[in-house]
T-cell receptor, first 117, second 112 residues
């Protein structure tokens, strides 16, 4: 089963350090999404890519956050100068979108837990 | 803008009893509606989705949901729950971009 994989699954870092998460989507999927989820909340949209193009960024994504998908396959989410408020689970998801249709199933990875101490 | 309200944060229920998890949404455009389940320390798994057509949607694990456009609701139901259904359930709405807006979740606890 080649679902969406995320690495690392858990990361503990000191405040002020930089962290990077990687997401490998399902191989033929052209859309890739990043979400953030904190305890007791639903996932919040951060950004998404269509192939290598970043099409939308949430206002939640401060200047310390950057996401890339250089070859339209895997993606990285980097957080610079981490703060305690960045502690959350970062979820990656992917889907295959064709033409103007949407509503296609989005497949989620198991998430990357970040704890900033 | 889109928003989702899950009306119950926690729903305790006994095994083999029916359950309904309520979800209301708001959107200025046509939407697609989804229910996801999340087990502890895992990602989200799609239970079912409504895109168009029949307003009664059947999903995995015996769940179903009914889209009600006039009431802007998409409630999830199961006629008889199992202990293994204990999990967090999320209702979500998306538009053309595929970007989803999630509710805050409902914790379903099935008791023996």
């Amino acid at each position: 089963d080649t679902g969406v994989s995320q690495d690392p699954r858990h990361k503990i870092t000191k405040r002020g350090q930089n962290v990077t998460f990687r997401c490998d989507p399902i191989s033929e999927h052209n859309r890739l999404y990043w979400y953030r989820q904190t305890l007791g909340q639903g996932p919040e949209f951060l950004t998404y890519f269509q192939n290598e193009a970043q099409l939308e960024k949430s206002r939640l994504l401060s200047d310390r956050f950057s996401a890339e998908r250089p070859k339209g396959s895997f993606s990285t989410l980097e957080i610079q100068r981490t703060e305690q408020g960045d502690s959350a689970m970062y979820l990656c998801a992917s889907s295959l979108e064709t033409g103007a249709s949407s509503g296609n199933t989005i497949y989620f990875g198991e998430g990357s837990w970040l704890t900033v101490v | 803008a889109q928003s989702v309200t899950q009306l119950d944060s926690q729903v305790p229920v006994f095994e083999e009893a029916p359950v309904e998890l309520r979800c209301n949404y708001s959107s200025s455009v046509s939407v697609y509606l989804f229910w996801y389940v999340q087990y502890p320390n895992q990602g989200l798994q799609l239970l079912l989705k409504y895109l168009s057509g029949s307003t009664l949607v059947k999903g995995i694990n015996g769940f179903e949901a009914e889209f009600n456009k006039s009431q802007t609701s998409f409630h999830l139901r199961k006629p008889s729950v199992h202990i293994s259904d204990t999990a967090e359930y999320f209702c979500a709405v998306s538009g053309i971009s595929g970007k989803s807006t999630f509710g805050d979740g409902t914790t379903l606890t099935v008791k023996p």
